[in-house]
């Protein structure tokens, strides 16, 4: 007899709304899985369906509240490993603690590499995230990782949106997103410039040049995240003082903390879009000039070819 693998789709509750469109569009419903918590804080987890013998893909994304997202995803990954699940692969669209990759000073942790060692311990047997902080964070595993990208949502959107508009400049808003508007500009024909960024302090940057041709273009600004929205805008007012006709910014994770909506509602950029790896608040779904797409199909993709054992590299050819 050969028994066909079965497999279930379980949700935590920081991006619950992400994890249905991925069912949706898997055409499977979203497995039981109840989070409860006792008087003092402490996080409980009962899965409420079979999972023995079964594989289990966990959608959670660790952003705000963290800590508390990312108990929740190790403590479900505990009890599917307890229920005697198959195989374990946590989705994490957002992989939290990702800018903490490397030791900026003495006597400082790497606790990107810490929740890796986490979650492997936690039962973990896959790990599926997007647009990491940093490559090397796939170094930090033990176990298989992919770092799906959610490019091609955003290709799409700037070649129908603002490629009409005149000719496109990607600018990185910094040295180490390069790579990313080199990538995208080859696939939309577009050419490259770069802000010269000095960091002074955590969550404050000041653009101090912008290397690159900007004048008379259209400039869309591409990173992986926005957290306080400093470095964007920052970005947006040195293009502009350099010359480009208009300034727009697509981003993947829209963090979105502190005064990031007021300073991007005050800014001079006209339109940030981002996607729904990290849920909106009320005042981020309040503002007008932020845009959400959502990468539901190619995290359903992902995890449909990960089960079929096929490429998933293949996504982004």
């Known amino acids: 007899?050969?028994?066909?693998?079965?497999?279930?789709?379980?949700?935590?509750?920081?991006?619950?709304?992400?994890?249905?469109?991925?069912?949706?569009?898997?055409?499977?419903?979203?497995?039981?899985?109840?989070?409860?918590?006792?008087?003092?804080?402490?996080?409980?987890?009962?899965?409420?369906?079979?999972?023995?013998?079964?594989?289990?893909?966990?959608?959670?994304?660790?952003?705000?509240?963290?800590?508390?997202?990312?108990?929740?995803?190790?403590?479900?990954?505990?009890?599917?490993?307890?229920?005697?699940?198959?195989?374990?692969?946590?989705?994490?669209?957002?992989?939290?603690?990702?800018?903490?990759?490397?030791?900026?000073?003495?006597?400082?942790?790497?606790?990107?590499?810490?929740?890796?060692?986490?979650?492997?311990?936690?039962?973990?047997?896959?790990?599926v995230s997007m647009d990491l902080h940093a490559g090397q964070i796939q170094g930090f595993f033990n176990i298989p990782l992919d770092n799906i990208f959610s490019s091609p949502v955003h290709h799409n959107y700037i070649r129908t949106q603002y490629k009409p508009q005149g000719d496109l400049v990607i600018v990185s808003p910094d040295a180490g997103g390069v790579e990313r508007a080199r990538a995208y500009a080859k696939r939309l024909d577009a050419s490259v410039a770069m802000i010269d960024k000095r960091r002074t302090a955590p969550n404050v940057a000041k653009a101090m040049n912008v290397v690159g041709e900007v004048d008379g273009k259209i400039a869309v600004i591409v990173d992986d995240m926005i957290d306080t929205a400093g470095t964007l805008t920052e970005a947006a007012h040195a293009v502009l003082d350099r010359g480009a006709l208009k300034v727009y910014a697509t981003v993947t994770h829209g963090v979105l903390s502190g005064p990031a909506v007021e300073r991007i509602q005050n800014s001079r950029i006209e339109e940030v879009v981002i996607t729904d790896t990290i849920p909106l608040s009320q005042e981020s779904r309040n503002c007008k000039k932020i845009v959400q797409l959502s990468v539901a199909d190619i995290l359903a993709q992902a995890i449909e070819r990960i089960h079929n054992y096929e490429s998933v590299s293949s996504l982004f050819v």
């Open 1 to 127: 007899m050969v028994r066909i693998r079965d497999w279930v789709v379980l949700s935590g509750n920081s991006n619950r709304a992400l994890a249905e469109k991925i069912c949706e569009r898997l055409h499977k419903p979203l497995g039981l899985c109840e989070i409860r918590r006792f008087s003092d804080g402490e996080i409980f987890a009962e899965i409420g369906d079979n999972v023995r013998g079964r594989d289990a893909y966990v959608i959670q994304s660790t952003c705000g509240p963290v800590n508390d997202n990312l108990m929740e995803l190790l403590i479900i990954i505990d009890a599917l490993k307890r229920a005697s699940a198959k195989e374990i692969t946590a989705v994490i669209p957002y992989y939290g603690y990702a800018r903490q990759d490397r030791k900026v000073a003495p006597r400082t942790p790497i606790s990107a590499k810490l929740v890796a060692d986490l979650l492997t311990a936690a039962g973990a047997t896959r790990v």
